[in-house]
């Protein structure tokens, strides 16, 4: 009996561990609920959204007002929403936050709207 419990237990060890390690390594908190508006937002609304967060981030890491970054969170906003592909928007949609591919755009606009990249 002690044979063939040792094996399934060290087999739910390592399973138990690896949930943890990609768990521990996702950009997406566990207990994330992406907001149900975002499914029937507009394309101007979503915008909207993207030039917010832009501001709030922004406005941490450069240690100055949001509306001091208004214009180039339009820029920031605007770029990367028409840089965006349908299926990067639907998964933006689905999940609330970007993609790789639409993250690897954002990051382009940022830079070309002379912003200041987050820590990733």
Avoid: W
Avoid at 7 to 17: D, F, N, T, Y
Avoid at 58 to 75: P, T
């Amino acid at each position: 009996m002690r044979a063939v419990l040792r094996p399934v237990l060290a087999a739910l060890a390592i399973a138990a561990s690896t949930h943890a390690a990609f768990a521990a390594a996702s950009n997406m908190p566990t207990q994330y609920q992406p907001d149900p508006a975002l499914k029937t937002a507009s394309m101007g609304e979503l915008q909207a959204r993207v030039r917010q967060a832009c501001a709030v981030t922004q406005a941490k890491l450069q240690n100055v007002s949001e509306a001091s970054l208004s214009r180039k969170c339009d820029c920031y906003a605007g770029r990367t929403m028409r840089a965006m592909s349908a299926e990067e928007v639907q998964a933006y949609r689905d999940t609330g936050v970007f993609n790789e591919t639409a993250r690897a755009k954002a990051i382009g606009a940022i830079d070309s709207c002379k912003l200041q990249r987050p820590s990733l």
